[in-house]
């Protein structure tokens, strides 16, 4: 049985969907879209700002009126197909790798405050801090993000408030000299992702109080004040230093340039570090419940359904904690675990828009109570233009990767069809309908 546990309020549903967004967007992947963009970075932050609200919308007008733990996956499976909502959570496994791309991340920061430590360890450590965290109730876990959010904005501020005046090197004609408007669009393919990450809260829609305006509220709340400080601190970043010294460098390249050593150390741990922290802390509440809400399907085992005494589903956490060191051992650049974890993603992440309009036609009562709402033909806009984004940024990205990575890529996505059918066969002879149950809708959601 699911046990009861404290909700967050709607100030932490926005401050952990900021979190989510600012630590992968800025501090994690500036210096890979710099190698893309060149001196055209704060644009492309721009455009993925308001890309990825224009991607949030569907998943707004969504949890607004049926809000569920598990949304992500629950909404697919329960309005498209089994199958498709299965490949929803097929690909949640292979986003996994992103908490390998936080913690890559946390281990270029944190050896500049304890130097004993290797990039390897420090981020092996701060990952499995963070699961820790996880494991406590989520009013507990929404606490700890608070804090770290709270601080990261604040070192922001000190970065962009002490940046601006020592900028020498960009200019806004310079933008598209280099890397032209593909380098631009590359770079979005790398930051829209983690522009977008405000939808983390979306599969947290059962822990939070009042989570029908909550949850959209936050996501457009964190998704436009971010981006526009995603912009600023791009200006700054490759304003101060030339383009070149920030190719795959993080933030504190340029933050030495002018920060006192006080305000650098706050930055790399205040800033960076818990920045990075917030998102990885972020994307396992996120999947995890995504996660737990398939097991509770049946797609997954039973045992990867049990709960601690917050109920929190600690079995998939520690599980998504030990497949996410391993790319770190491995020793893998984050640029490559990125767009492994990406380019299938974004084109299977289209599948999450459309319950927006299927959705809205099984359940209209639902939809027109909503305090979130649009009208259809602007759902359908929003809809049709996720679609096309989301394909031509899964094209950047793989045209990254080589033949043999992308081989490998398709053999995970046939095996996990192979695994769906193999499942719904196995429970069948079990006296257990998959299908049915993986349509069947919440009680709640048909409620007056």
Not at 219 to 246: D, F
Not at 317 to 326: F, R
Not at 383 to 388: D, K, R, S, T
Not at 422 to 446: C, E, F, H, N, S
Request: net charge positive.
């Amino acid at each position: 049985m699911e046990k009861q546990a404290k909700k967050m309020n709607s100030v932490d549903a926005s401050l952990m969907a900021s979190g989510a967004i600012i630590g992968a967007g800025i501090f994690s992947m500036t210096g890979i879209a710099v190698g893309a963009a060149g001196p055209g970075v704060p644009i492309a932050f721009i455009i993925a700002g308001l890309c990825s609200m224009l991607m949030c919308l569907p998943h707004m007008i969504v949890s607004s009126a049926i809000p569920a733990k598990g949304g992500r996956y629950l909404y697919v499976a329960r309005f498209l197909s089994p199958l498709l909502g299965f490949l929803q959570i097929w690909n949640t496994v292979i986003q996994v790798a992103l908490v390998s791309v936080m913690g890559l991340s946390a281990g270029q920061y944190l050896p500049q405050i304890f130097p004993m430590l290797t990039p390897k360890t420090a981020g092996v450590l701060v990952v499995a801090a963070i699961v820790v965290a996880c494991l406590f109730n989520v009013r507990t876990s929404a606490r700890v993000q608070n804090i770290m959010v709270i601080l990261i904005l604040i070192s922001l501020v000190l970065f962009i408030a002490m940046g601006i005046p020592h900028i020498k090197y960009w200019s806004l004609k310079a933008s598209f000299s280099v890397s032209g408007i593909s380098g631009i669009l590359l770079a979005v393919s790398y930051v829209r992702s983690s522009a977008w990450g405000a939808i983390a809260v979306v599969n947290l829609g059962g822990e939070i109080e009042n989570p029908g305006k909550a949850v959209p509220r936050s996501i457009a709340t964190a998704t436009l004040s971010v981006s526009l400080i995603y912009a600023l601190v791009g200006i700054v970043a490759i304003g101060v230093v030339p383009w070149e010294q920030m190719i795959h460098q993080p933030l504190s390249v340029p933050a030495k340039e002018f920060m006192p050593g006080w305000a650098l150390s706050f930055f790399v741990l205040g800033g960076a570090l818990f920045a990075v922290c917030t998102t990885l802390l972020s994307l396992l509440m996120d999947f995890s419940r995504a996660i737990w809400a398939a097991a509770g399907d049946g797609l997954f085992p039973q045992w990867l359904r049990a709960t601690n005494k917050h109920g929190v589903p600690y079995r998939i956490l520690l599980l998504m904690g030990a497949a996410g060191a391993i790319p770190i051992i491995l020793d893998l650049s984050i640029g490559y675990v990125f767009a492994v974890m990406s380019a299938p993603a974004m084109l299977l992440n289209v599948l999450d828009t459309f319950p927006a309009i299927v959705a809205r036609k099984k359940l209209p009562d639902r939809f027109e109570k909503a305090w979130f709402r649009m009208p259809v033909w602007m759902t359908w806009a929003a809809v049709l233009l996720n679609m096309g984004l989301s394909i031509l940024f899964s094209y950047k990205l793989f045209t990254t990767l080589d033949a043999m990575t992308i081989m490998w890529i398709v053999l995970f996505y046939g095996t996990g069809v192979a695994y769906y059918y193999i499942r719904v066969k196995d429970m069948k002879k079990k006296g257990v309908d998959l299908v049915k149950q993986m349509t069947a809708y919440d009680p709640a959601w048909l409620e007056e």
